[in-house]
């Protein structure tokens, strides 16, 4: 097969670790930690070999065959190191989350922004159109995150849809599947019904759970067959709309953000908070639903500024210097 990757065991393990810590954190792409670490392509053309061919190699028993077409060992490994990379964010980097979330995020924010200077690099002959296509790219990405969430549906049709939608942003540079959901209104109805499922299993769980993670499948094939075709058609004009989509979605990540309107998660009801009171502890009970963007004096407790800067240097020199290393 043409897209085998020869990467390490090791090394697809840790570059699925790190996209399965990412997926666990609201406002960070897995497709972003795939494209810096250099197998993003390679994930594309490994999710578009899921087609008619397959099914012909199963029914023939070619199990050799089978391997080889699916890129085994490639996904294998990357899809254990993420099973552990999503056990490790939940417990790991939720405490960073809670304890230090502005040291994180700022490590996130040099990450994003170094990796979308990486990308534009990757970019052979920047022309016109290209700087039109990445303008295109930031405002439609930054848009996105101003966006207010809507009101979540438990009607079928829309909870499939919203699991084609959310399971793009799985190979999106730039754009949190989790984000998406919350824009769509529908983190409220399939998170909890996801957790009724592995703690209290019922019928209507299983029905909503379903049917989400069907929409999830289309939308995984159809979105990597776009992205790939793309990127072996147009690749200089998808690298600048993808470096816009990166570039533009810095704000979400942006170390110190005041909540602005919030979710109670037990009422469901939507406020606005008290910044006097509110309190980092309180996000057990709520989820922030929108939030602006402000200096360190102006953030509504300890912004940790020093730290901040010092791991967001550090985020943005990661990356530089794993280029470098690469170039060299």
Not at 22 to 43: D, N, R
Request: aromatic content about 10%.
């Amino acid at each position: 097969m043409k897209n085998q990757d020869r990467k390490s065991p090791v090394g697809l393990a840790l570059r699925g670790m790190a996209m399965g810590i990412a997926e666990v954190i609201p406002g960070v792409s897995g497709g972003t930690i795939a494209f810096i670490t250099g197998i993003y392509e390679t994930l594309l053309n490994s999710i578009k070999s899921v087609n008619v061919d397959l099914l012909t190699l199963l029914k023939t028993g070619d199990w050799k065959g089978l391997w080889s077409h699916l890129n085994g060992r490639f996904l294998m490994f990357l899809l254990a190191g993420m099973a552990l990379g999503v056990v490790v964010g939940v417990f790991g980097v939720s405490h960073l989350l809670e304890h230090f979330p502005e040291p994180l995020w700022g490590f996130f924010f040099g990450l994003v922004l170094a990796s979308g200077i990486y990308m534009a690099r990757q970019i052979t002959s920047i022309k016109a159109k290209h700087i039109g296509l990445f303008v295109v790219g930031l405002i439609g990405s930054f848009a996105i995150t101003q966006l207010t969430p809507a009101g979540g549906s438990e009607s079928l049709p829309f909870i499939f849809f919203s699991g084609t939608i959310a399971i793009s942003a799985l190979i999106l540079p730039g754009i949190s599947g989790s984000f998406i959901l919350l824009l769509l209104g529908m983190y409220s109805i399939i998170i909890p019904n996801v957790r009724g499922l592995l703690s209290d299993p019922n019928s209507k769980s299983l029905v909503i759970v379903a049917v989400f993670a069907c929409g999830c499948l289309v939308g995984l094939m159809t979105f990597s067959r776009v992205l790939s075709y793309t990127f072996k058609h147009y690749k200089d004009a998808t690298l600048a709309v993808l470096t816009g989509i990166m570039i533009g979605s810095l704000p979400k990540i942006w170390p110190w953000r005041n909540p602005m309107t919030i979710l109670n998660k037990d009422t469901k009801e939507v406020l606005t908070p008290d910044l006097a009171t509110f309190q980092l502890a309180d996000l057990e009970n709520i989820k922030v639903l929108k939030e602006a963007a402000v200096m360190p004096s102006s953030y509504f407790s300890n912004p940790n500024t020093m730290l901040t800067i010092l791991t967001l240097v550090l985020g943005f020199v990661l990356i530089l210097g794993a280029d470098l290393y690469q170039r060299r």
